[in-house]
C-alpha cells in the first residue's frame, strides 16, 4: 500500500495575500486616476478598454485585461475596482502567475479594508501539488478556507487519486487542518479520516506502510503514521507486523520549543518470538530501546546536547534498524555536552555515563576543558596558547565488573612565533610543556607526576603559475590553467617523559606520549581551470594530488621513513571523477589501506559508480552500482558488494564471495513511482519489499537498501 498525503504549498497563501490582500497599498496608473490610491506604487493595468465611472466611483477593465507587479501576472476578461468601499471583482478566466505558484479561477471578490476575500471555482498548482475547490475564502488572519474540493499530485483534469474534503484550512504558517477527509484513487474511496492535520513544508508521507519479505523475519509489513500538531511538534507513530518477531511498536517525537531547544525522543518495543533461531524450545523476549537527542543553543556560541539511548540488548538496532542506525553508529553513547565558544577562548563540561551494561566506555564524569586560543604577548611577534583539562575517568568493560578509574589533571602551554619570510614562506617555531596529574599510577599505589617537553617548526610555501591557453584535449576544456604546488614541512620533538607510559592507566592519547623526532613532509598539487557554467565563470579541479610522509629521526629501531599517505582526485569531465587514497608503510612494504573510486554521472539516464576498499589483514572488498533509465517509465537499480578477501574475528579467511547482491525495479507511475527490489545477503538468505511512493513527497521512513558510497563533491 502507498503513502496518503495531504499538502498544498504555503507560497499558494503567500502569493493570495501579497497580491490581492495587500492590494490597498498599490494603486492603479491609467489615465489620471492612480493617485486615488496611492502616490508611492502603482500597478499598470492593460487592456482593450480601460475606463473611469465617477459617479459610480469605479475602474473598470475589460478584454485582454492584465497586470503586472514584481514578477506576478494577474489576467482576466474583466475587473471592476471601487474607489470608495475598495472592493474589487475580476471575473472571467481569472489567472494569477508567480515564480512558484499559478491560481485559476471563475471570478474573485475582493475588500481592501476586511482584507477578505472569495475566488470560484478556483484552481491552483504549486511546485508538485494542485487544488481545486468550488469556492475559496481569503481570511482576514491570512489563512485560506477551500470548500468541497481536493488535492492531489496528479497534474491532470481527471486525477489518478485526490484527497477530498468538505473543508481544507490552509494557514501562512503552512499547517494544513482538514475535516471529512476522503481519499479516493480514481473515484473509489479507500480511506477515511475524521480530521487530518498536516504541514507543507515537510517531503515526508502522512502515512506509510511497506510490505515484504525477509530471512530472519518472514513476510513482514512496516507501517508509519505521522502527526503534526504544527510546526514545532511532530509524531511518527510505528506498528510493524514480522512473521517471525511478531509484532513492534512505537513512536518518534520530534520537537521544537522556543528558549528551551530542539530534539527528538524515540521508543520502540517488542516482545519477539524466536522462531527464527531454530531452538528446540521456542520461548520469547523482551526487547526494546529509548532514545533521546537534545540541542540547546543559548547563544551563537554557547550550546549544549544532551543524548541517552538505553536499549535491551547490543544487536537491537542491528536486527531492527540495520541500515537507517546501525551502519551510522553501532554503539551509540550516552553524555551532556555544554559548550562556550568564545572568540578568545573555548569552555566545555562534558559528562558521559555508562548506560548500557553490554557497552565498553570509558565514563568521563565530568571533564571540564578550557582552551585558551593564540594570544599576541605585548604586541610581540610571540603568541601564547594554553589547553587545561579536568577528568574524572572510569573505564568500564562490557558485561564486566572489573573497572579502572583514574583522576586526571593535564595543562598543556604553548609559544609559538608565525612568521613570514622573503615573502613566499612561512614559518612558525614553538615550545611547548605538558603536565599531567594522576591520582593513581597503573598499580592504583600512588600519585603520578608527568611533565613532557615539545618543540617544533612549521615551514610551508606556495608556487603558483597560469597559463593563459585555452582549447578542448580529448574532451576535456580548458580555460587558463592555473598550477598551484604547495610544499611544506612540519618537525616535533618531544623530550622524554619523566613518567612512560607503561607506568599509566590507558584511556585515550593523552596517557600514551612518549619521546618522539618527527619530520612530516607534505606535497600538494592541484591543476584548476575556469569553464563557463549558466552564464558565469566558474573554477574547477582538473585534478590533486597530496603525498605526505613521516620521518623518524632516532627512534629505538633506527631513523627511518614511516606512514607515507596518498590522495588523488581526477576530475577531467562535469560527469567524471576519479579518487584514490592510500597509506603505505615502507618499513613493512605493505599498503595498509587502499581506496578508490570511478563514479559516471550521466544524470537522469544512467549513474555508475564502482569502489574498492583494501583493509590490510582485515578485508578487501568491492562495492559497484549502476542506476540506468530504460525509458520513460521505467528504470533499473543494480547493487553487487564483493568481498575479494575477508578475515573474520577468529582468523578464518573468506576468499571470492558476494556478501550482497541488489536488484530494483523502478516504474514511473505518472503522480506515484512503484519500487521492488530483492536483496541477498552473504548467507543466501533473500529480502523483497515493495515501496509505493509519491514524487511530491518521495521520503520513506525505512531504509532496506544498500549504498555505493558516492565520492565527495568536486573541489572548489
Known amino acids: 500500500m502507498g503513502k496518503i498525503n495531504f499538502l498544498i504549498n504555503y507560497t499558494f497563501i503567500g502569493y493570495v495575500l501579497l497580491y490581492l ?24 493595468v492593460n487592456g482593450d478598454q480601460v475606463e473611469y465611472l465617477p459617479k459610480e466611483k469605479k475602474v473598470v477593465g475589460r478584454g485582454n485585461v492584465s497586470i503586472d507587479y514584481k514578477g506576478v501576472r494577474l489576467t482576466c476578461d474583466k475587473i471592476e475596482v471601487y474607489t470608495d468601499t475598495k472592493d474589487v471583482e475580476a471575473e472571467g478566466n481569472v489567472i494569477l502567475k508567480g515564480p512558484t505558484v499559478e491560481i485559476y479561477g471563475h471570478k474573485v471578490r475582493y475588500n481592501f479594508e476586511t482584507k477578505k476575500g472569495e475566488i470560484l471555482e478556483a484552481k491552483a498548482r504549486s511546485g508538485d501539488w494542485y487544488a481545486k475547490g468550488e469556492k475559496t475564502e481569503l481570511m482576514e488572519d491570512g489563512s485560506m478556507n477551500i470548500y468541497n474540493g481536493y488535492i492531489t499530485s496528479c497534474d491532470r483534469d481527471t486525477p489518478h487519486y485526490k484527497i477530498t474534503t468538505r473543508k481544507v484550512i490552509v494557514h501562512p504558517d503552512g499547517k494544513v487542518i482538514a475535516k471529512d477527509v476522503l481519499f479516493k484513487v ?46 514545532s511538534n511532530k509524531f511518527t507513530l510505528r506498528l510493524d507486523e514480522r512473521q517471525y518477531w511478531g509484532l513492534g511498536e512505537g513512536f518518534d517525537y520530534r520537537y521544537s520549543f522556543k528558549n528551551y531547544g530542539a530534539g527528538i525522543f524515540k521508543t520502540y518495543y517488542t516482545y519477539q518470538r524466536d522462531r527464527d533461531r531454530h531452538e528446540l524450545l521456542r520461548g520469547e523476549e523482551e526487547r ?62 562534558l559528562a558521559r555515563k555508562r548506560v548500557n551494561r553490554f557497552q565498553s566506555v570509558v565514563e568521563r564524569l565530568p571533564e571540564i576543558h578550557f582552551d585558551l586560543k593564540d594570544q599576541r604577548i605585548l604586541g610581540s611577534p610571540l603568541y601564547f596558547k594554553t589547553d587545561t583539562t579536568f577528568t574524572n575517568l572510569t573505564s568500564k568493560t562490557s558485561n564486566s565488573s572489573t573497572d579502572s578509574d583514574v583522576v586526571r589533571f593535564d595543562i598543556y602551554n604553548k609559544l609559538s612565533s608565525p612568521l613570514r619570510l622573503l615573502d613566499f614562506l612561512s614559518i612558525s617555531p614553538f615550545v611547548g610543556m605538558r603536565d599531567t ?72 592519547d593523552i596517557d600514551n606520549i612518549n619521546r618522539k623526532s618527527i619530520f612530516t613532509f607534505g606535497l ?44 588523488l582526485e581526477i576530475t577531467p569531465y562535469n560527469w567524471l571523477r576519479i579518487e584514490s587514497d592510500t597509506q603505505y608503510d615502507p618499513d613493512t612494504r605493505d599498503f595498509q589501506t587502499w581506496n578508490a573510486d570511478l563514479f559516471i554521472d550521466k544524470g537522469d539516464d ?50 571470492n564471495r558476494f556478501s550482497g547482491k541488489e536488484i530494483t525495479l523502478i516504474k514511473d507511475l505518472h503522480c506515484w513511482i512503484g519500487e521492488l527490489s530483492l536483496d541477498i545477503d552473504r548467507d543466501g538468505g533473500t529480502t523483497v519489499w515493495f515501496v509505493l511512493k509519491l514524487k511530491a513527497s518521495p521520503k520513506v521512513p525505512f531504509d532496506f537498501k544498500d549504498y555505493y558510497a558516492y565520492p565527495k563533491e568536486r573541489r572548489q
Open 437 to 508: 596529574f594522576y591520582s593513581k599510577d597503573i598499580n592504583g599505589d600512588e600519585n603520578e607526576f608527568r611533565s613532557a617537553f615539545y618543540t617544533g617548526i612549521d615551514l610551508s610555501t606556495k608556487f603558483t603559475r597560469v597559463y593563459d591557453a585555452s582549447g578542448s584535449f580529448l574532451g576535456v576544456e580548458f580555460n587558463r590553467l592555473k598550477h598551484i604546488i604547495t610544499p611544506s614541512i612540519q618537525y616535533q620533538y618531544i623530550h622524554e617523559p619523566s613518567t612512560t607510559p607503561g607506568n599509566l592507566q590507558q584511556f585515550d
Open 186 to 231: 480514481g473515484n473509489m474511496p479507500v480511506a477515511y479520516l475524521p480530521r487530518y492535520n498536516y504541514s507543507i513544508k515537510t517531503d515526508w508521507p502522512t502515512l506509510n506502510i511497506t510490505p515484504g519479505k525477509k530471512k530472519k523475519w518472514g513476510v513482514f509489513a512496516l507501517s508509519t503514521y505521522r502527526y503534526e500538531v504544527d510546526e
Open 21 to 44: 490582500v495587500w492590494l490597498p497599498g498599490v494603486g492603479y496608473r491609467f489615465c489620471s486616476y492612480a493617485e486615488e490610491v496611492t502616490q508611492s506604487q502603482t500597478i499598470e
Open 288 to 349: 526494546y530501546r529509548v532514545q533521546l537527542r537534545h540541542r540547546i543553543d543559548m547563544t551563537e556560541r554557547t550550546s549544549a546536547i544532551l543524548e541517552f539511548h538505553k536499549l535491551s540488548d547490543s544487536e537491537f538496532t542491528k536486527d531492527y534498524f540495520y541500515r537507517e542506525e546501525y551502519n551510522k553508529d553501532p554503539s551509540p553513547e550516552s553524555y551532556f555536552y555544554f559548550l562556550d565558544k568564545e572568540s578568545e577562548y573555548a569552555l566545555s563540561f
Open 524 to 567: 600538494e598539487n592541484s591543476l584548476k581551470t575556469k569553464r563557463l557554467e549558466k552564464g558565469a565563470w566558474n573554477t574547477f579541479d582538473l585534478g590533486y594530488f597530496l603525498v605526505t610522509a613521516d620521518y623518524l629521526y632516532k627512534p629505538e629501531n633506527g631513523s627511518r621513513f614511516s606512514n607515507v599517505k596518498g590522495d
Open 606 to 655: 544512467w549513474r555508475f559508480g564502482l569502489g574498492s576498499r583494501y583493509w590490510q589483514n582485515e578485508e578487501h572488498e568491492l562495492t559497484s552500482q549502476l542506476s540506468y533509465r530504460l525509458n520513460a517509465a521505467w528504470a533499473i537499480r543494480l547493487f553487487g558488494r564483493y568481498d575479494l578477501k575477508e578475515v573474520q574475528s577468529d582468523g578464518h579467511k573468506i576468499i
